[in-house]
């Protein structure tokens, strides 16, 4: 009898260790061929590089190039507009780096600095600063910003007087880091993921 005990306890534990390298394997991915699909929806990568002139072909209508000297890692930048609609197109800020990876190391934080609440965030100082007389709200904000190029067109008075984001949002796709323009951070979105969904089948033929 002493050994038909231990022949289950044996079982049991062989039976609990089985169970318990599963769930390991299964928790942690370990023999999984699948990629590491990255957890922020606002970020995308494509099957290619991209340069304006990829945008352009693809309709994209460009007003403006910026100086990039002082962007970091920063290949290229413009300001164009788009729309499935000819007669209803959106701003957009389009910049350009080297590749995906640097787009989101580099290019993610500036875009968060430079699109909604981040961007808003100097407001309140600003105008406080304004209203003791000691500076222009225009230059305290551009003097916070890491890239200051094209801070002009992305800062914006709506008809009640207030100041706000051009961009409410953005979205990276490849090497591209994309700023789009919008009524708040949901439309804005919107009009990234319309831009790129519609550019992305082009390219892939």
């Not at 500036?110 to 225009?138: P, Q, W």
């Not at 910003?145 to 992305?154: A, C, D, N």
């Amino acid at each position: 009898m002493v050994w038909i005990r231990f022949a289950k306890s044996k079982l049991v534990i062989t039976v609990a260790l089985t169970s318990f390298a599963v769930m390991f394997i299964t928790i942690t991915g370990c023999g999984s061929d699948e990629p590491v699909v990255e957890g922020d929806a606002q970020i995308r990568t494509a099957p290619a590089d991209y340069t304006i002139e990829d945008l352009k072909a693809f309709g994209l209508k460009t007003s403006k190039q910026y100086d990039v000297e002082d962007l970091p890692d920063g290949l290229d930048a413009w300001k164009g507009f788009w729309g499935l609609d000819p007669y209803d197109r959106h701003d957009y800020e389009i910049r350009f780096y080297a590749s995906h990876e640097l787009a989101v190391s580099s290019g993610k934080p500036l875009a968060i600095e430079s699109t909604g609440a981040e961007f808003l965030a100097n407001r309140d100082t600003s105008e406080s600063l304004v209203a003791s007389g000691e500076g222009s709200a225009f230059r305290t904000f551009k003097d916070n910003q890491t890239w200051e190029e094209g801070v002009k067109e992305r800062w914006q008075a709506n008809p009640l007087g207030s100041v706000g984001p051009t961009y409410p949002n953005w979205m990276i796709l490849g090497n591209m880091v994309i700023l789009c323009d919008g009524l708040d951070s949901e439309e804005a979105l919107a009009r990234c993921a319309e831009l790129i969904d519609s550019f992305v089948p082009s390219e892939e033929g």
